[in-house]
């Protein structure tokens, strides 16, 4: 199932997305909300009618890079042995069709396209056998990089937690084998990146459980899981595309930050 989150007469719901063809989709409103008991309304309004927003809005983002060896490779950095952790703030979280906003202190900003894990129940120190028990499903992340600012201070706080750093979207699918996707990036239309998940070097099981022996983790909680080779310069007025096999695009326009 894929469930999105939108805005429409200025309320905020989540619905079911139903049908195949982008310009006939339409919205199943849901009663409650995704993370727990909930019915379709069977009330329904088409995609087009209405908002598309970041399908949730996180306590936390959990990032790990360095996931991909040709990645790190592409970087100069050796591949670790553990997973690497960092967080985003729930401040850099926009939606699709939402605007990146290239800040003021960089003048290298990358693109990272990632597959992203939202979390459906509060868990901790969870067994890897129980993994996917806590798993609400799957969408599109880039978890955009101002790379200069990186390698100036060391230290990702910045360079990966400024506002607008991380779109998320379209939707959450649910119903998703995430072991061997496609993971596809173009900027304007060219090709920038293409991977598979079946590259990672922890898994989404093995980063969950290294994570959660950590901290608890929420409902609506998100999960990066790193980027294939391939990131690169974006630039205002570029448009970014993030396509997973399974889930769809998530679509991006960098502007200058106002």
Same mark, same amino acid.
């Given at each position: 199932?894929?469930?999105?989150?939108?805005?429409?007469?200025?309320?905020?719901?989540?619905?079911?997305?139903?049908?195949d063809k982008q310009d006939e989709l339409v919205l199943d409103i @849901?009663?409650? @909300?995704?993370?727990?008991?909930?019915?379709l309304s069977g009330t329904k309004v088409p995609v087009s009618k209405v908002r598309l927003l970041p399908p949730v809005l996180p306590n936390k983002v959990v990032a790990f890079?360095?996931?991909?060896?040709?990645?790190?490779?592409?970087?100069?950095?050796?591949?670790p042995d553990a997973p690497f952790a960092f967080f985003?703030?729930? *401040?850099?979280? @926009?939606?699709?069709?939402?605007?990146?906003?290239?800040?003021?202190?960089s003048e290298?900003?990358?693109?990272?396209?990632?597959?992203?894990?939202? @979390?459906? !129940?509060?868990?901790?120190?969870?067994p890897r056998?129980?993994?996917?028990?806590?798993i609400f499903g799957y969408t599109c992340a880039n978890?955009?990089?101002? !790379?200069?600012?990186?390698?100036?201070?060391?230290?990702w706080a910045r360079a990966k937690g400024f506002?607008?750093?991380?779109?998320?979207?379209?939707?959450?699918? *649910?119903?998703?084998?995430?072991?061997?996707?496609?993971?596809?990036?173009?900027?304007?239309?060219?090709?920038?990146?293409?991977?598979?998940?079946?590259?990672?070097i922890h898994s989404v099981e093995d980063l969950i459980v290294n994570i959660s022996e950590a901290m608890t983790l929420l409902p609506g909680d998100v999960i990066l899981t790193g980027t294939p080779a391939g990131v690169g310069p974006l630039n205002v007025g570029d448009e970014v595309a993030v396509t997973i096999e399974g889930i769809g695009t998530l679509t991006n326009k960098v502007v200058k930050r106002g």
């Open positions: 199932m894929r469930i999105a989150r939108f805005s429409i007469d200025g309320n905020v719901a989540f619905g079911a997305i139903e049908g @849901i009663k409650g @909300i995704p993370f727990a008991d909930y019915e890079g360095r996931n991909y060896a040709e990645h790190a490779k592409e970087l100069g950095h050796e591949v985003k703030p729930s *401040t850099s979280v @926009i939606g699709p069709g939402d605007e990146i906003q290239y800040p003021s202190f290298e900003v990358h693109h990272e396209a990632e597959l992203a894990v939202v @979390i459906g !129940r509060m868990c901790r120190e969870v056998e129980r993994v996917k028990d806590v978890d955009v990089t101002a !790379r200069d600012v990186q390698r100036r201070e060391k230290q506002d607008s750093s991380c779109p998320l979207g379209p939707w959450v699918e *649910t119903d998703l084998d995430a072991s061997d996707l496609t993971i596809q990036l173009t900027v304007n239309g060219q090709q920038r990146q293409l991977g598979r998940t079946s590259e990672m």
